[in-house]
């Protein structure tokens, strides 16, 4: 008889999260089995709970994961039994595409999404391309790993690709799971940091994670306040308000991005005069490949950029989503599986 395992589902769009038994699958041909010791939970996941993407129900979401391979398929040469391994958001992709002979595996046509495409890691046990696997250094807790393969790659990755150089000026918006990394991987890649919050009760925390300077936008315009800074390189925005990137676009410098990383349902307001005569624009970033994983988690670990988790057993997923949904986490909730 086919052992069992714990795993945590939604049974279609918009329903709860439900604690459920069933048998431990088995890797095909290409896969890998993950016996998952922690996987983060991201606001992305609201999409496989709320639906938004086009899935197949039921799924089980979940794409900060981290375990021990547990069992290979067929064919699979480049990994094997008891390795440490974790897999993002980028949960797959062809190899094949135009995109994926040039390596922009990022892009592939045929890119799966971890939790979204196939069941995700809120499992005791999940398969895995082999392609999407991102490989832990020697020494890293699955539970300091896991937000870093969302949360941390997306920021890492996006702001390392942007035109800016140490010392400039670079915002984070929203002190959630992104942003509490971002602001982290900010003032450790040598930028004048800036933290944007909602109220004055992030401001010792922003502090404390690096930043430079904080900015509460309850005290008055946020794009007056980063001009009186000078001018943002790049805000990074991590809230899902257009209006809110319609106002920080005010407050980009010469030359400046607007990273948008979170996404608005809205239409944003841009002045365009402003953005033409200033040199500015408005970019959005998606996450990173296994390779872009490997080297977030080997800066983290060369800098000591460390996510702040609040942990809860599987069996509490869904307190776990709410305590993430309801802005109530410090930063970033993480489920252990064991
Ligand atoms: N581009 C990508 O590849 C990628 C990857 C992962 C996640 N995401 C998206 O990025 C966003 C952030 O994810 P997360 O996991 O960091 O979420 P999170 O932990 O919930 O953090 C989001 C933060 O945004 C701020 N916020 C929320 N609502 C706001 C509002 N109405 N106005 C202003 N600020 C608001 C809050 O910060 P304060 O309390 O400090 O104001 C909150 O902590 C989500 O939309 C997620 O889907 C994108
Ligand atoms: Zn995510």
Redesign the pocket.
């Known amino acids: 008889m086919a052992r069992k395992m714990k795993a945590v589902q939604v049974r279609q769009a918009g329903g709860p999260l439900e604690l459920i038994e069933r048998d431990i699958p088995e890797p095909g041909p290409g896969q890998v089995r993950l016996a998952v010791e922690a996987c983060g939970v ?3 996941d ?2 496989t709970k709320e639906g938004g993407m086009p899935i197949q129900y039921p799924r089980v979401p979940g794409h900060e994961v981290v375990g021990r391979i547990d069992r290979v398929g067929a064919g699979v040469t480049a990994w094997k039994e008891g390795q440490h391994v974790g897999v993002g ?1 980028h949960g797959g992709h062809c190899g094949q595409c135009a995109a994926c002979r040039v390596g922009d595996f990022i892009t592939c046509e045929f890119e799966q999404v971890c939790g979204i495409s196939y069941d995700g890691g809120y499992a005791e046990y999940m398969i895995a391309p082999q392609e999407a696997l991102a490989r832990v250094p020697d020494g890293m807790n699955s539970q300091d790993v896991a937000p870093l393969l ?2 941390g790659v ?1 920021t890492f990755n ?1 702001l390392r690709n942007m035109d800016v150089r140490p010392g400039d000026l670079v915002a984070v ?7 509490h990394l971002a602001i982290q991987f900010s003032r450790k890649l040598g930028y004048r940091t800036v933290a ?4 004055a009760d ?1 401001r010792p925390l922003a502090l404390e994670l690096g930043a430079h300077e904080y900015v509460d ?1 309850e005290q008055g315009p946020v794009a007056k306040a980063l001009q009186k800074l000078g001018g943002a390189r790049v805000i990074m925005m ?4 257009s209006r ?1 990137a319609g106002e920080l676009i005010g407050g980009l410098g010469r030359n400046g991005t607007l990273l ?4 608005g349902a809205e239409p944003i307001p841009i002045q365009s005069p402003r953005l033409i005569m200033k040199r500015q624009r408005v970019q ?4 990173g490949n296994p390779q872009d994983s490997q080297d977030t988690l080997a800066f983290s670990a060369l800098s000591g950029v460390r996510s702040r988790n609040e942990v809860f057993p599987l069996d509490r997923a869904a307190d776990a989503y709410e305590r ?2 309801s ?1 109530h ?1 410090r ?2 909730v993480v489920l252990k599986m064991r």
């Open positions: 991201c606001h992305s609201s999409l958001w969302c949360a997306t996006s918006q929203g002190i959630g799971g992104l942003g944007i919050s909602r109220g992030k936008t991590t809230a899902s308000s809110l948008l990383l979170g996404a959005g970033w998606p996450s993430m949904m802005n986490a930063f970033r």
